[in-house]
């Protein structure tokens, strides 16, 4: 994705209130994040953890929300899929991560939730976790697929949070 500056990450959030926006926290390693390899920015905050943060380029625009994390870290004995990326492991966890929709349907408690990478790294996670690769006869293609899916579940979620 292309490269945001902290500016348009902070004023990237449609479903924080103002004291949530000023509060967050960027990823420590930001100035250095390997923007090529990401399809949406995630992060957990360091200094809030039940907190974590997914936004991506709408067009020229970027567009984020902000996250709670449900339960904590669900059992890491089964085999979690995340909704995002559809990678299923239990080595990162998987997690319940709930957000507060945008407008009226937020002040009323509204919220969506979904079940995503506990570490919000889907990015890394659809590019480590391809089992024998080599076995594929396109692994470019297929994790161009896996892009375009994890970009595209990205965006219909976040049109679920901000649709008023
Ligand atoms: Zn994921």
Not at 93 to 117: D, H, P, W
Request: charged residues 20%; proline residues 3%; glycine residues 10%.
């Amino acid at each position: 994705m292309k490269r945001m500056t902290g500016i348009e990450v902070r004023h990237s959030l449609a479903n924080a209130s103002a004291s949530e926006a000023a509060n967050m926290v960027l990823p420590s390693n930001f100035v250095e994040l390997d923007w090529e390899n990401l399809d949406y920015l995630g992060w957990r905050d360091s200094h809030s953890p039940h907190l974590g943060y997914i936004i991506q380029w709408q067009g020229d625009r970027a567009v984020g929300i902000v996250v709670r994390e449900a339960d904590g870290p669900l059992s890491r004995r089964r085999m979690m899929m995340c909704q995002l990326c559809r990678a299923t492991h239990t080595e990162h966890g998987v997690s319940l991560f709930s957000a507060k929709r945008t407008g009226e349907a937020g002040e009323n408690g509204n919220t969506v939730g979904t079940y995503i990478c506990a570490n919000l790294g889907c990015s890394t996670n659809i590019r480590v976790d391809v089992p024998h690769a080599s076995y594929y006869r396109d692994p470019q293609g297929l994790l161009a697929e896996k892009v375009s899916g994890l970009e595209a579940r990205v965006t219909g979620f976040m049109n679920d949070v901000c649709r008023s």
